[in-house]
């Protein structure tokens, strides 16, 4: 009936009159019942007003060394329409043949088209970056769907970041360890590449700006398969924190307990009899003590790294709360007996809704995931359009919107998504702490609609 109408031209309320009266010069009578209901549906729906609509345009691989995770994305962010009907919103897709000179063309068209509403850019930061350049001025939204390093939200006012970049990742992280949780103490194990230092720097900032101490800063280099180095810095580090009793000189052969100031006149002193006393614990002989001085340590990793990393940090025998990215974000690494029980407490800032999905694994399984949340959100953003409202407007004053899988979140006039999800590790299993909206942290947010 929908796409009837508006091949019927419903937008237009000339043609919509044209619709109407072609509906009704079919003679009810000569309707078959079985049609009948369809007919009288259709013609009600030619007097309704038409659908407020808008015409995105996908620019994705579908040919080229990145096919696969292209089609992929696409599938996913169409699939949506074709789900929920294509009644408010289209795609045109545009394939940029997995290079850059495809992209900087496909943007260059798309904005100058007036019937486009917006582009979404590749899911390569690199083909994000020149569409970025390629959009120039426009105000035309530009949405990028995938992980970005850095704040193009600052270089354009066109762009939507869908991910939140790694400076604001490291600075809710730090956020919720330091004013949410309350704790000081804090450490950083993170990657010495573009992306460990991005996420530790911001975090360290933040923290510095709350006026939290961070005690200390290891980084690794590659594939993290032997941290030992960088575990046993932390656990000196610790031992250190550790505040040493305080001791009062004797005086005439008088022990002062400086715990509570009371004078202890033993027979031992008075005979001058020495003591024994216990061995004072050293940093060489300590390795089997507990330490929890340091209250927590930011570890972010890559995807694949857990499985190095998460046999590693439990033998150092640190009792410090482990706050992580989305690559910690693993059941069957977790789940193991000898791994899950020693993280008990770990909290993962992730842009996932739930600790797994339902979708494939692989990079197809997430860009297809990454296009379906995206498709939702568009979606809902182009069936709330009206005459008054502008498509960039619409995303621009989304406070949250949550998709199967996904939260979105441009909170305080951000372009970039701070709906970051903190979920905590507990018994072999995550539980919702809330989403970030902007700075604050909402609890409830993880209910369905």
């Not at 009159?17 to 072609?22: G, K, N, T, V």
């Not at 000179?101 to 899911?123: G, N, Q, Y």
């Not at 850095?150 to 604001?168: H, I, K, P, T």
Request: with cysteine.
């Amino acid at each position: 009936i929908r796409d009837f109408c508006l091949s019927r031209g419903l937008g237009d309320v000339y043609k919509r009159q044209d619709a109407a009266l072609s509906l009704a010069s079919v003679k009810p009578h000569l309707v078959s019942d079985a049609f009948l209901e369809l007919y009288e549906n259709m013609l009600l729906a030619s007097y309704r007003p038409g659908l407020a609509q808008a015409t995105v345009a996908v620019i994705a691989p579908l040919t080229g060394k990145n096919e696969t995770e292209g089609k992929a994305f696409v599938a996913g962010v169409t699939g949506i329409s074709a789900e929920n009907g294509a009644g408010n919103i289209s795609y045109v897709i545009v394939d940029n043949h997995s290079d850059g000179f495809s992209t900087v063309k496909a943007v260059r068209e798309m904005e100058a088209r007036t019937d486009i509403a917006a582009i979404i850019a590749p899911l390569s930061e690199e083909n994000a970056l020149l569409a970025l350049t390629a959009l120039g001025s426009s105000r035309k939204p530009l949405i990028i769907p995938g992980q970005i390093e850095d704040n193009l939200a600052e270089l354009s006012s066109a762009v939507f970041q869908m991910q939140a970049d790694f400076s604001m990742q490291g600075r809710l992280a730090a956020l919720y360890a330091g004013n949410i949780l309350g704790l000081d103490s804090l450490a950083v194990l993170a990657p010495a590449d573009d992306a460990g230092k991005a996420l530790a720097d911001a975090f360290v900032q933040y923290s510095d700006a709350m006026g939290k101490t961070i005690v200390a800063m290891e980084w690794y280099s590659g594939t993290p398969s032997d941290l030992s180095k960088q575990f046993k810095n932390l656990r000196k580090t610790a031992f250190a924190l550790i505040p040493e009793e305080e001791e009062v000189p004797d005086v005439f052969g008088l022990s002062i307990d400086s715990l509570d100031m009371m004078f202890d006149v033993a027979v031992d002193d008075i005979f001058d009899i020495e003591e024994e006393k216990p061995e004072k614990m050293t940093s060489s002989d300590s390795a089997d003590v507990e330490l929890a001085s340091i209250q927590a340590i930011y570890m972010p990793i890559h995807p694949g790294h857990l499985e190095f990393v998460a046999n590693q940090f439990p033998v150092f025998n640190l009792n410090a709360k482990v706050i992580a990215n989305e690559a910690w974000l693993d059941y069957d690494i977790l789940g193991k007996d000898n791994i899950g029980p020693h993280y008990n407490g770990l909290t993962i800032l992730t842009h996932r809704i739930h600790g797994k999905t339902d979708y494939e694994s692989g990079e197809s399984g997430h860009a297809f995931a990454t296009g379906h949340n995206l498709g939702q959100l568009l979606q809902a953003v182009a069936a709330d359009l009206d005459k008054d409202a502008s498509f960039y407007s619409m995303l621009f004053e989304l406070e949250q919107f949550r998709g199967d899988d996904s939260f979105f979140s441009f909170a305080d006039g951000n372009r970039i998504n701070s709906g970051l999800h903190v979920l905590e590790y507990n018994d072999r299993s995550f539980q919702s702490k809330g989403f970030f909206l902007g700075d604050s942290l909402h609890p409830g947010l993880n209910e369905a609609p």
